[in-house]
């Protein structure tokens, strides 16, 4: 016989990876958004933000998901009817809500690599902050939204995770025409080179902790 062998890799007890249950997750996270300017302010701007998230397995080492967000923001407000600092009307608090729902794409498949599992995704959905100021014009009303972004899980025990979040997420914007104009004589608000719609980013940085469901 063979007084010794040679094993090549770990042992169970000693590997690296780690096995676990591809079960649903319920996630409660918070974090902040970071708003593209767009040197007036009046779109949506930068707030603290949170949510919930929903993440079922499908294939292989793929979750299907669905996110719904809040963020807290504001927004500044102008009446283009008037001239100079009177057009100013102050900051508004803005509502901003986010919908969305795709595939995230874990890179180590149904294990964790010492604890960890990183992932990718990619999304659709809608962003809304409905609601104007009076004398006003601008509303951003409801637009069609997609994302992409990077993850990080940590699962150390098969059970509960935390997960961190980062990654962009793209909408269209849509600016009155009323702000191309003004008063006999004065600079409007925006110049008539500025683009009257396109699309504007934002970037959400976001930590949450997921508790599995349906075991």
Same mark, same amino acid.
């Given at each position: 016989?063979?007084?010794?062998?040679?094993?090549?890799?770990?042992?169970?007890?000693?590997?690296?990876?780690?096995?676990?249950?591809?079960?649903?997750?319920?996630?409660?996270?918070?974090?902040?958004?970071?708003?593209?300017?767009?040197?007036?302010?009046?779109?949506?701007?930068?707030?603290?933000?949170?949510?919930?998230?929903?993440?079922?397995?499908?294939?292989?080492?793929?979750?299907?998901?669905?996110?719904?967000?809040?963020?807290?923001?504001?927004?500044?407000?102008?009446?283009?009817?008037?001239?100079?600092?009177?057009?100013?009307? /102050?900051?508004?608090?803005?509502?901003?809500?986010?919908?969305?729902?795709?595939?995230?794409? #874990?890179?180590?498949?149904?294990?964790?690599?010492?604890?960890?599992?990183? #992932?990718?995704?990619?999304?659709?959905?809608?962003?809304?902050?409905?609601?104007?100021?009076?004398?006003?014009?601008?509303?951003?009303?409801?637009?069609?939204?997609?994302?992409?972004?990077? /993850?990080?899980?940590?699962?150390?025990?098969?059970?509960?995770?935390?997960?961190?979040?980062?990654?962009?997420?793209?909408?269209?914007?849509?600016?009155?025409?009323?702000?191309?104009?003004?008063?006999? /004589?004065?600079?409007?608000?925006?110049?008539?080179?500025?683009?009257k719609s396109g699309y504007q980013h934002s970037m959400s940085y976001t930590a949450g902790l997921s508790v599995p469901i349906f075991r």
């Amino acid at each position: 016989g063979v007084s010794g062998q040679v094993v090549v890799g770990h042992t169970p007890q000693r590997s690296p990876f780690q096995d676990i249950d591809a079960n649903q997750r319920i996630t409660l996270f918070g974090g902040y958004m970071k708003a593209q300017g767009d040197g007036l302010n009046t779109t949506p701007q930068s707030g603290p933000s949170f949510g919930v998230r929903y993440d079922l397995p499908v294939s292989g080492p793929a979750d299907f998901y669905v996110r719904i967000q809040r963020v807290n923001s504001n927004r500044d407000a102008f009446n283009p009817a008037l001239v100079g600092d009177a057009r100013a009307l /102050g900051r508004q608090n803005l509502a901003m809500y986010s919908g969305d729902l795709g595939f995230a794409l #874990n890179l180590t498949g149904r294990r964790t690599w010492h604890g960890f599992i990183p #992932n990718v995704n990619f999304g659709l959905g809608i962003v809304s902050a409905g609601g104007s100021t009076k004398d006003d014009p601008y509303d951003f009303g409801t637009q069609f939204a997609f994302n992409t972004g990077i /993850g990080l899980r940590y699962n150390p025990a098969n059970s509960y995770e935390i997960r961190l979040d980062a990654g962009p997420t793209f909408y269209q914007n849509h600016y009155p025409a009323a702000y191309f104009t003004g008063p006999t /004589g004065t600079v409007p608000l925006l110049s008539n080179t500025a683009a009257k719609s396109g699309y504007q980013h934002s970037m959400s940085y976001t930590a949450g902790l997921s508790v599995p469901i349906f075991r």
